[in-house]
């Protein structure tokens, strides 16, 4: 299920050159990522603590198409799909809200699920797994 969230671009979003620096659209990606969980009803404060587990991040790749400035409004689409039982895929749309309404990066993240204490593996927790399924 796709989720979508705006946000504006900050000062502190940018470079010296005056654009949002490189490292920084991953972060928003996070940013709309922690957004959906929490709109499909999903206790942040919580999750992890209940679950025993935790999600880290196991790749990550972005394609930057043309820059994003201070001021800028951004919209961040989210869709994630299961890779296996225990990971799952987030793709990453962000569009300048415009005028001109443009494409300005896309992102793919990976990410794995595993105990917080052994650091092995795990199946999706049930609440996260409904929402990768999209159910």
Excluded: N
Aim: glycine letters at 6%.
């Amino acid at each position: 299920m796709e989720f979508s969230w705006v946000r504006t671009i900050h000062f502190g979003d940018t470079d010296a050159a005056g654009v949002v620096y490189f490292a920084h659209y991953l972060r928003i990606c996070h940013d709309a990522y922690e957004e959906a969980l929490a709109a499909a009803g999903i206790d942040l404060g919580r999750f992890f603590a209940d679950t025993g587990s935790i999600v880290p991040i196991s790749k990550s790749e972005v394609d930057y198409l043309r820059p994003l400035r201070t001021g800028d409004q951004v919209s961040v689409a989210v869709s994630p799909r299961r890779l296996s039982d225990s990971s799952f895929e987030l793709r990453f749309e962000l569009t300048r809200l415009g005028p001109p309404r443009k494409r300005v990066a896309t992102a793919r993240t990976e990410h794995v699920c595993i105990r917080s204490d052994t650091r092995e593996r795990l199946a999706l927790p049930p609440a996260l797994a409904q929402w990768v399924d999209g159910a």
